[in-house]
Antibody
Framework: QVQLVESGGGLVKPGGSLRLSCAASGFTFSDSYMNWIRQAPGSGLEWLSYISGSSSDTNYADSVKGRFTISRDNAKNSLYLQMDSLRAEDTAVYYC?????????WGQGTLVTVSS | DVVMTQSPLSLPVTLGQSASISCRPSQSIVYSDGNTYLNWFQQRPGQSPRRLIYKVSNRDSGVPDRFSGSGSGTDFTLKISRVEAEDVGVYYCMQGTHWPWTFGQGTKVDIK
C-alpha cells in the first residue's frame, strides 16, 4: 500500500532554513508527480509546489516562490522541500502528497514552527 | 487564483439525516483535457486529509456509498446520506485545473 512519511520538521528562527523529507513506498515513485501542501494551525490547506517524476516540471505558489525549492531523488524514493528565509507565517503542518491535480494520497505531516 | 467558496462553513447534523455541502469556484474549472478536476476531502480531528471524491463524482476505494459528489460548471455538491458519528470532521473541496490549485475554506460537520 502507498506510504508517505514526512520528516525534518521542527522549531526554527525567522530567517532560518529547514529541509523536509518524504519517504515514499508502495508505488512506482519515479512515475508519480509529487507535491507539498501545508496547513497552518487551525486553518485551511495551501498547495505549495509540485514536481514531475523526471524533475523537469516544477511549480510554486507565489507565497513560497524564490524561498522554497522542491526536489526528489528517485533512487531513494524520496521527496524534499528546502525552505529558506523562513517567516512566522510559514508555521504549519507540511504534507507530502502523491498525484498532481488529484491529491490521492497524503502523509501524516510534519510540523514546522517558525519563532524566535 | 481560483477562489473556492464553500457553504455552509458549519453544518450540525442529526445522526441518520443527510447533509449537503456546496462548493462554487470563481471560474470554470474544466481542464483542456476535458476533465473537471474537482475533488473532495475529509479531515477527521487530528488526522491528515483523506480524499473521498475525485473529478466531481468518482468515489475513492473504501469510501462508503453514503458519500456522493455532483455538479458542473461553477456549482458542485458533496452529499452525505445517513450521517454517522465517524463522519464528523472538516470537508474541503479543491480544484486541480488552474495553478495554483486551491482549496475551499472547509466545512465543519458535527453532530447535533
Amino acid at each position: 500500500q502507498v506510504q508517505l512519511v514526512e520528516s525534518g520538521g521542527g522549531l526554527v528562527k525567522p530567517g532560518g532554513s529547514l529541509r523536509l523529507s518524504c519517504a515514499a513506498s508502495g508505488f512506482t515513485f519515479s512515475d508519480s508527480y509529487m507535491n507539498w501542501i501545508r496547513q497552518a494551525p487551525g486553518s485551511g490547506l495551501e498547495w505549495l509546489s509540485y514536481i514531475s517524476g523526471s524533475s523537469s516540471d516544477t511549480n510554486y505558489a507565489d507565497s513560497v516562490k524564490g524561498r522554497f525549492t522542491i526536489s526528489r531523488d528517485n533512487a531513494k524514493n524520496s521527496l524534499y522541500l528546502q525552505m529558506d528565509s523562513l517567516r512566522a507565517e510559514d508555521t504549519a503542518v507540511y504534507y507530502c502528497v502523491r498525484h498532481a491535480r488529484l491529491a490521492a494520497y497524503w502523509g501524516q505531516g510534519t510540523l514546522v514552527t517558525v519563532s524566535s | 487564483d481560483v477562489v473556492m467558496t464553500q457553504s455552509p462553513l458549519s453544518l450540525p447534523v442529526t445522526l441518520g439525516q443527510s447533509a449537503s455541502i456546496s462548493c462554487r469556484p470563481s471560474q470554470s474549472i474544466v481542464y483542456s483535457d476535458g476533465n473537471t478536476y474537482l475533488n473532495w476531502f475529509q479531515q477527521r480531528p487530528g488526522q491528515s486529509p483523506r480524499r473521498l471524491i475525485y473529478k466531481v463524482s468518482n468515489r475513492d476505494s473504501g469510501v462508503p456509498d453514503r458519500f456522493s459528489g455532483s455538479g458542473s460548471g461553477t456549482d458542485f455538491t458533496l452529499k452525505i446520506s445517513r450521517v454517522e458519528a465517524e463522519d464528523v470532521g472538516v470537508y474541503y473541496c479543491m480544484q486541480g485545473t488552474h495553478w495554483p490549485w486551491t482549496f475551499g475554506q472547509g466545512t465543519k460537520v458535527d453532530i447535533k
